[in-house]
């Protein structure tokens, strides 16, 4: 006996239909049904915008206009929208109808994306696939704390892991951490301070150490030499050593992992995510040395004593193995460091030219753009006034204008900074620098020039952060 197949065109479900027929009540619906705070926000900064279609670093609305993507979906769209090889193998996958996620056999994918993940992390052993970012997170932290026997995990001032309880244990920042106490036993220590990290370790209960080798909030690098030092001390008094490298791995900096830009360093776990996906089906790793993996899976007892319903399923190990094809095959780590080294000069060039403008850091195409107080005094009368409202507003004048007037998304940092956090997707080269460096600079222009819609919108925002308090 077969089972019946659904008949073609029987009008039980039409994607395309649905869309046609509900796609413009997108704001409406989520306003509604979803966080109803996300719209607001949209439509108080202008960014209430319908995209149709993308493709690589791109959108396009429904005026035909292209819009250039800097943030790559928060750092998931590496190859940037709608690879063609992505895309080919989720239909291969699709068309194959694998016996997929039975719980008690062995697939083959999940291996060999494994095999092919651990072929680009040295001194690195096995892998544990979840659904994200957070997932792999909270997977390290619980392999550190029974490998270990240890219940507290340190991390660094400022740090962003991922907002489960686990991994928000683990943040560096109030405003997410606030109301939902009681989390971990963790601890904070500020980034690069290796005193503070000793005495922690001194008290003997620490399992170890979480740190992003570049913060995402504020694009933050680790000093030279301190996860090498920080590894030696975690390892003298038994403690292990997390690397989170869910934004900055997989060719964002410029080298496969962030951490491997300074030598010697051999992470106990890393997670990685987002760019993993391909852009289309959740995927999470924590790759981890051989003992902790044997430790926490001691015996057959314990076979499932860690796992994730959805891991590990064909869809996102046929995306993970396709996106690590690409970057193999059309060289797109060694394109992030080009393309980022080019895009951070041409940047770096105008800290001297505009007083609102203090730094441009990063690495390869994870950059970070810093304004601070201005010389003059009539642009230091306007900087305090927005200051005083509320700390980030000039950052987002400035995000604003690059969407509104030259069609290019970016994002502020975080909140409270003054920071503009470049992340766009690996692919992108000379062309797009050049569109995003000349949209700066008349952005920065009109910034200096003391007038214009720049300003006015910075006084709405200044109302709109009094009406918030």
Request: aromatic share 8%; proline share 4%.
């Amino acid at each position: 006996m077969t089972t019946a197949e659904p008949a073609a065109g029987n009008g039980e479900f039409d994607l395309g239909r649905l869309l046609a027929e509900r796609g413009a009540e997108r704001y409406e619906l989520h306003a509604r049904y979803l966080n109803h705070q996300l719209p607001r926000m949209l439509h108080t900064i202008g960014f209430d915008k319908v995209y149709e279609r993308a493709e690589g670093a791109y959108f396009w609305d429904a005026d035909g206009q292209d819009h250039l993507d800097m943030l790559a979906g928060f750092g998931v769209m590496g190859l940037g929208r709608h690879h063609p090889v992505v895309r080919k193998a989720l239909h291969d996958v699709l068309d194959a109808q694998l016996a997929d996620l039975t719980r008690f056999d062995c697939q083959p994918l999940p291996g060999l994306l494994a095999e092919r993940l651990l072929a680009h992390s040295p001194h690195l052993d096995r892998v544990f696939f979840g659904n994200s970012g957070t997932e792999a997170v909270e997977t390290a932290l619980k392999f550190a704390r029974y490998a270990t026997g240890r219940p507290r995990v340190l991390y660094c001032d400022h740090a962003f892991h991922g907002l489960t309880t686990g991994s928000l244990s683990v943040n560096g920042e109030n405003g997410f951490r606030d109301g939902f106490a009681p989390l971990l036993p963790d601890t904070a220590v500020p980034l690069g301070d290796l005193d503070a990290l000793a005495r922690e370790l001194k008290k003997g209960d620490v399992a170890a150490l979480i740190v992003e080798p570049i913060q995402g909030k504020g694009v933050h690098e680790a000093p030279p030499g301190y996860l090498r030092a920080a590894q030696e001390l975690l390892h003298a008094h038994k403690a292990l050593l997390i690397l989170d490298e869910v934004q900055t791995g997989l060719g964002r900096t410029g080298d496969f992992y962030a951490y491997q830009h300074e030598e010697g360093v051999e992470p106990d776990l890393v997670c990685v995510a987002k760019a993993l996906s391909g852009g289309y089906v959740p995927v999470g790793a924590t790759l981890g040395k051989e003992w902790i993996f044997k430790k926490v899976y001691s015996s057959m007892d314990r076979v499932l004593v860690h796992s994730a319903s959805f891991g590990s399923n064909a869809q996102a190990m046929a995306a993970g193995l396709a996106v690590l094809s690409v970057m193999e095959n059309e060289e797109t780590v060694a394109n992030a460091r080009a393309t980022g080294e080019l895009l951070k000069s041409r940047l770096a060039a105008l800290v001297d030219k505009y007083e609102l403008l203090s730094e441009v850091r990063g690495r390869g195409l994870m950059i970070g753009i810093e304004f601070g107080r201005p010389r003059s005094l009539k642009l230091r009368g306007r900087w305090t006034m927005l200051q005083a409202a509320r700390k980030g507003l000039f950052a987002q004048m400035v995000v604003v204008p690059l969407l509104q007037r030259h069609r290019i998304l970016t994002q502020v940092s975080g909140d409270h900074l003054e920071v503009i956090k470049l992340i766009p997707p690996l692919i992108i080269g000379e062309r797009e620098v050049d569109r995003f460096v000349a949209a700066f600079t008349e952005v920065m222009d009109d910034a200096h020039s003391g007038g214009g819609l720049m300003w006015d919108f910075g006084r709405t925002l200044v109302k709109q952060a009094v009406a918030n308090r």
